[in-house]
Structure formats: C-alpha cells, structure tokens
C-alpha cells in the first residue's frame, strides 16, 4: 500500500527509541500507556522507569499497598489512573489467575482501560491488527483526508477506526501504530512544516486550505475556579517537626492522598474574611485560634476541569494542638514527604 510505504519510509529515518517498544511485556506496554495517557512522552519516560523499578511485574503491583502506588504515580495527576491499574492488577493475579489477557475483548474487562488503551496493548505485545487512535493520529489522519468530525466523540471514533482497519498492515500492527503516533508528534505537529511532509501531494487540509481548521475539536467546558487554604499545623517535640494531615476519602480527584486541614470556596476571601475563617478553624477545631499564623503567596494549580488558587497558611504551635479531628492523623515532616500527596503540596513540602 502506498500510505504504509510512506509512512513506513519516514518512520525509518525519524521514528523514536522508546523503553516501551520493541518489546511484548503486555504488563509494561500497559504502565506505560497508562502514564502517557495525560502526559508527555518527556515526563512519562522517568516515571514509567520508576514504577517498573518499584513494581517489575503484575504480581507485583497487585501486592503493593494502594499508598505505595499512589506514592509512585505522585506528581503524574488524574491518580484515579493509578487507583485503577491497581485494581486491574488485583483482577489479574485474583480472577485470572496471574496471567494478563492476551486478546482485545479480554483487555477491555481490566478496569481504566478504554478502545484505545486495549487496542495498543494488543498490538504492541500480541501483534494484534486494532488500530491506536491518539490526539498525534487523528490530527494526522483527519488533514489528509479531510475529515471533519469532531474529534473526542464516539462518531468520530468509529469513522478513524474504520479508514485505518483498512490501511494497517496486518502482519506488522505494532510497527504501523508507532509510525503512525510518531507521525501525528514530530511531523504533523499543530503547526507543521507542510513543505517537508512526505503527505504533502496528496493532504486534503493543504490543497484547500484548512490545514490549521483541523482536526475539529468538541467544545471544551470552561474550567470551574476553586480557592483553596491549606492549613499547616505544625510543632516541634524532641527536636522533631511534627504536623496534621488527612487521607482524603469519597470519590474526589485526590482520594487516597494526603492533605492539611482544606478550607475551600467558591471566591476568594478577602483579608479580614480570610482572617475570620483561620481563627474560626483554629479555635473550633484545634483549640489554637490564638495561634499565630503566616499566609503565603497564592499559588495556581491547572487541573482538566478546575483552576485551582492555592494558598498555605503556615501556624506555628508551641505543642500539640489541645483538640484534634478524628480524621486528622499526626506525622512527622519526614513521614510527610514520604506518604503520597497532591503535587501542589509536595511542591510546598519539598520547600520546608
């Protein structure tokens, strides 16, 4: 076929050295697509090494603890990521009896794992022919064929999935999706360098025009704006620093991970509000509202749906406070630099 020996010729010549290719581990295919997920291929690479290292095997993982995991992905974000590749891994050793599926039907029955996650699994360790569809190949595919549905929906989905069941090379699936991924990052980048495209003749967006236009994206809701007073409690006993922190519970977006005492709005406070909430905290909860406190810089924290304004307010006791919430658990700073946390505040502890 023409399109695969282009595509072929160029991944040649530019196509990347990955930890995670050229090799049929289904498990580390898995952990490193789960990592990539929502992160970059600069970022993902270290932190792939690092879980692989602390977890070598699916037996492995499903006998960690789930703050041993989390610990591991902190920093990565979307953790429910890792919640689930633990309970996966759990599925297998427990249900399956230790032996990862080796078929697409099978693949989608582990839990955090969608059509695009199976179907690279599949190809890349049992050289099954589904092709992966990414952000890099539908920007790819849908400027030389013109394809203009909105990219992210189930139509979508269904209409790339068809035109490339027709143009994967069945004998060689994992090789026709790397070239293909590589493609979409390197050359068909968002702003591309049309001239130096092997594509160039035959790409539907170049000849009319709407190379920038595509692919279409689905409205984005706006992120929602959340301010947040993280309340530090700290004191000193035997010369040791000692603190409050919480492992949060429900189903948020940190669940599993460890956190100070979270004051939270909907708009941000103004200084004597901000003043009246702290000594409220302090008094009702701790038994301290007399306690000095110093509030820090506003720090801005992106997630997918949510703008975060972060600020830490650092109160410096000269004990244990006289109350403490049941929640509220009591570490040393040294603990707390080891249990898992959101990044903001690893950010802020790595400070201290």
Known sequence: MLFWTKLEAWYNDFGRTLPWRGIDDAYRIWVSEIILQQTRIEQGRDYYHRFVEAFPTVAALAAASEAQVLRQWQGLGYYSRARNMHAAAKYVMEELGGHFPDSYEGLLLLRGLGSYTAAAIASFAYRLPYPVIDGNVYRFISRLYGLSTPIGTPAAYREFEQLLLRLIDRQRPDRFNAALMDFGSLQCRPQPTCEECPFAAECVARREG??????????????????????????????????????????????????????????????????????????ERYGCGGAAYEVGDEWQHQLTHRTLHVRFVKVELAAKPLRQPEEMQVLSLAEMKKVPVPRLIDRYLQQL
């Not at 000692?242 to 200084?271: A, C, H, N, V």
């Open 210 to 283: 709407r190379v920038a236009l595509l692919p279409v994206k689905a409205p984005k809701a706006k992120p929602q704006e959340r301010w947040l007073y993280y309340i530090d409690l700290r004191w000193r006993h035997e010369d040791e620093t000692f603190g409050l922190m919480r492992r949060r519970s429900g189903q948020g977006i940190w669940r599993g991970l460890y956190e100070f005492t979270l004051l939270e709005y909907e708009k941000p406070l103004g200084d004597a509000a901000l003043r009246r909430e702290l000594r409220k905290c302090l008094d």
